[in-house]
């Protein structure tokens, strides 16, 4: 099971949106309402930012949403503040090995 | 507040065998899936294996399987990872994590583990 596709790095000025997209197949992401969002700082464990696609758990900012379209999932960062440089990864429930996560994306504030 | 304390890593060597604990609080542990998931240095996270509530269903990732056995005791409210036959990429953090509904809810800080001769 190869890992999900996402961009390396993504970046943006403060108050602006970025998107940060999760590329998969029928087999995770297509056949599946189950991809989940996790924040990671350096040197710290992953944070559950979102889950079935778009939701938000309990104490998260309303600046993360979440979507997906076909075999590809996204993650919407808007009104962007210093303290969400980290990284992303996306992950997706599969048919054959249980979980697979995306290979993260690093996102810069400028 | 929910806790996960992993234990266990360290530097050990090539062919060698090791157990991961992790000792969680804070919610009814005897009731969660829970996983096991790597971070190599540098690199992206990755899925280990997972086990159901009652300890009789286990899954692993195809690098592990074989190799790795993930256990739990619910009287001690404990969970483990047993690794054996070491190899280099096996040397990376090793998170435990509690499952929701095919989601991670809850992380440990993680236990590093290095494979080195």
Same mark, same amino acid.
């Given at each position: 099971?190869?890992?999900?596709?996402?961009?390396?790095?993504?970046?943006?000025?403060?108050?602006?949106?970025?998107?940060?997209?999760?590329?998969?197949?029928? %087999?995770?992401?297509?056949? !599946?309402? !189950?991809?989940?969002?996790?924040?990671?700082?350096?040197?710290?464990?992953?944070?559950?930012?979102?889950?079935?696609?778009?939701?938000?758990?309990?104490?998260?900012?309303?600046?993360?949403?979440?979507?997906?379209?076909?075999?590809?999932? %996204?993650?919407?960062?808007?009104?962007?503040?210093?303290?969400?440089?980290?990284? !992303?990864?996306?992950?997706?429930?599969?048919?054959?090995?249980?979980?697979?996560?995306?290979?993260?994306?690093?996102?810069?504030?400028? | 507040?929910?806790?996960?304390?992993? =234990?266990?890593?360290?530097?050990?060597?090539?062919?060698?065998?090791?157990?991961? =604990?992790?000792?969680? =609080?804070?919610?009814?542990?005897?009731?969660?899936?829970?996983?096991?998931?790597r971070q190599a240095p540098g690199m992206g996270l990755v899925?280990?294996?997972?086990?159901?509530?009652?300890? =009789?269903?286990?899954?692993?990732?195809?690098?592990?399987?074989?190799?790795?056995?993930?256990?739990?005791?619910?009287?001690?409210?404990?969970?483990?990872?047993?690794?054996?036959?070491?190899?280099?990429?096996?040397?990376?953090?090793?998170?435990?994590?509690?499952?929701?509904?095919?989601?991670?809810?809850?992380?440990?800080?993680?236990?590093?583990?290095?494979?080195?001769?």
């Open positions: 099971q190869s890992a999900l596709t996402q961009p390396a790095s993504v970046s943006g000025s403060p108050g602006q949106s970025i998107t940060i997209s999760c590329s998969g197949t029928s %087999s995770d992401i297509g056949g !599946y309402e !189950y991809v989940s969002w996790y924040q990671q700082h350096p040197d710290k464990a992953p944070k559950l930012i979102i889950f079935d696609v778009s939701n938000r758990p309990s104490g998260v900012s309303n600046r993360f949403s979440g979507s997906k379209s076909g075999n590809t999932a %996204s993650l919407t960062i808007s009104g962007l503040q210093t303290e969400d440089e980290a990284d !992303y990864y996306c992950t997706s429930y599969t048919s054959s090995v249980a979980y697979v996560f995306g290979t993260g994306t690093r996102v810069a504030v400028l | 507040d929910v806790q996960l304390v992993e =234990s266990g890593g360290g530097l050990f060597q090539p062919g060698g065998s090791l157990r991961l =604990s992790c000792a969680p =609080s804070g919610f009814t542990f005897r009731d969660c899936w829970m996983h096991w998931v899925w280990v294996a997972r086990i159901n509530p009652e300890g =009789s269903t286990t899954d692993y990732a195809d690098s592990v399987r074989g190799r790795f056995t993930i256990s739990r005791d619910n009287a001690k409210n404990m969970l483990y990872l047993q690794m054996h036959s070491l190899t280099v990429e096996d040397t990376a953090v090793y998170y435990c994590a509690t499952a929701g509904n095919y989601r991670f809810d809850q992380w440990g800080q993680g236990t590093l583990v290095t494979v080195s001769s």
